[in-house]
């Protein structure tokens, strides 16, 4: 089904990539693109060594780098081609890199909810419930 769902999305890319695609959506979209990306990374990083005590940062330090190796290696394992490398659609911004999986969903998923878990655990610990972390 991923080849399948590949190919039938190629049109839909191409219909808004020519329809709908202006500079300042493609901005937006960059942006967005980016606190999924670089600097969301070295955000995420420098807020848990400025927020949060040494263990939780080097945990979060940890999980980032970790989710970048896994993205590397199952990105050079999947091989699957962005959608502009095999059709005619103009890319708005992308490397040169295997598309499948998303570094950006990866990446936001493992570090954010890690940073989630840790500030949430360090606030209902500093509350006095009786409960630690």
């Known amino acids: 089904t991923k080849d399948y ?15 709908y695609a202006t500079k300042e959506i493609d901005f937006l979209f960059q942006i967005i693109s980016q606190i999924g990306g670089n600097i969301g990374f070295m955000v995420s990083i420098s807020f848990s060594y400025y927020f949060l005590d040494l263990e939780k940062s080097f945990t979060v330090s940890l999980v980032s780098y970790s989710s970048v190796a896994l993205l590397s290696f199952l990105k050079s394992v999947n091989h699957e081609a962005r959608p502009f490398h095999v059709s005619d659609i103009k890319p708005s911004k992308c490397t040169f890199e295997f598309g499948n999986p998303s570094g950006h969903s990866l990446y936001t998923t493992s570090v954010f909810l890690t940073m989630f ?11 006095g419930t009786g409960s630690t972390p």
């Open 117 to 127: 878990d840790l500030i949430a655990s360090k606030m209902v610990g500093s509350k």
């Open 5 to 19: 769902l590949f190919d039938v999305s190629l049109p839909v890319l191409r219909n808004i990539r020519e329809n």
